[in-house]
Nanobody, 114 residues
Framework: QVQLVESGGGLVQAGGSLRLSCAAS????????MGWYRQAPGKQRELVAR??????NYAGSVEGRFTISRDIAKNTVYLQMNNLKPEDTAVYYC?????????WGQGTQVTVSS
């Protein structure tokens, strides 16, 4: 059974940093393009970063502040988030790119206070 487990969220002040982790089952991780997504209250889920092979792409709102990376040996994808802003508050999810409905997990809450 495929599982994606996100962790690392929390409450942080504006300007702070967090590192999110996504542990994936080997079957979907090996060779797959992966992405980090977020959903803020009242808004649609959006892609914030994706990694395709060794190439990373970012949404304009997080460019220069967030970094996506992967550790294939650990089957883990990371999202380093620096200089966090209140508008980054959301539940963060990882999934493949493009996303598959069966892979959505519980996500991890990130709350940035001003």
């Amino acid at each position: 059974q495929v599982q994606l487990v996100e962790s690392g969220g929390g409450l942080v002040q504006a300007g702070g940093s967090l590192r999110l982790s996504c542990a994936a089952s080997r079957r979907i991780f090996a060779g797959s393009s992966m992405g980090w997504y977020r959903q803020a209250p009242g808004k649609q889920r959006e892609l914030v970063a994706r990694i395709i092979s060794s190439n990373a792409n970012y949404a304009g709102s997080v460019e220069g502040r967030f970094t996506i990376s992967r550790d294939i040996a650990k089957n883990t994808v990371y999202l380093q988030m620096n200089n966090l802003k209140p508008e980054d508050t959301a539940v963060y999810y990882c999934n493949s790119w493009p996303p598959l409905s069966v892979y959505w997990g519980q996500g991890t809450q990130v709350t940035v206070s001003s």
